[in-house]
C-alpha cells in the first residue's frame, strides 16, 4: 500500500512562518497530482494548495499569497510554506497524492495560529 509521509506543522504566532512536508512514493511524485489539504474540527476537509505533473500549482484564495508549495524532485517531497499565519488557518493539514483515479491521504499534522 502506497503511503505519505508527513512531518512539520507546530505552533507559531500571528504573522508568523510554518511549513510542512511530505515524502511521497515514487510513481505518485512523478505523475501524480500532489498537495495539500486542510481540516477544522466540525468542517469539511478543504484545499489548500495542489501541484501536477507538470508544476502548474493550485491554491484556495484563503492562502493564495501566503503559502507556496514546492516539489523536491531530489527527495520525492513536497513542501508546503506558510507565510503571514492567521488564526483561521489553525487546522490538521493533510498530504495528498492522486493517480490514476485514486486518492492516497497522509496522517495528517498540526499546525495552529496563536498567541
Known amino acids: 500500500q502506497l503511503q505519505l509521509v508527513e512531518s512539520g506543522g507546530g505552533l507559531v504566532n500571528p504573522g508568523g512562518s510554518l511549513s510542512v512536508s511530505c515524502a511521497f512514493p515514487?510513481?505518485?511524485?512523478?505523475?501524480?497530482?500532489v498537495g495539500w489539504y486542510r481540516q477544522i474540527p466540525g468542517k469539511q476537509r478543504e484545499l489548500v494548495a495542489i501541484?501536477?505533473?507538470?508544476?502548474?500549482?493550485t491554491y484556495s484564495e484563503a492562502v493564495k499569497g501566503r503559502f507556496t508549495i514546492v516539489k523536491d524532485y531530489t527527495k520525492f517531497r513536497s513542501h508546503l510554506y506558510m507565510a503571514s499565519m492567521k488564526p483561521e488557518d489553525t487546522a490538521v493539514y493533510y498530504c495528498?497524492?492522486?493517480?490514476?483515479?485514486?486518492?492516497?491521504w497522509g496522517q495528517g499534522t498540526q499546525a495552529a495560529v496563536s498567541y
Open positions: 515514487g510513481e505518485i511524485f512523478a505523475i501524480g497530482t
Open positions: 501541484i501536477d505533473k507538470n508544476g502548474t500549482t
Open positions: 495528498y497524492g492522486a493517480l490514476d483515479g485514486r486518492v492516497y
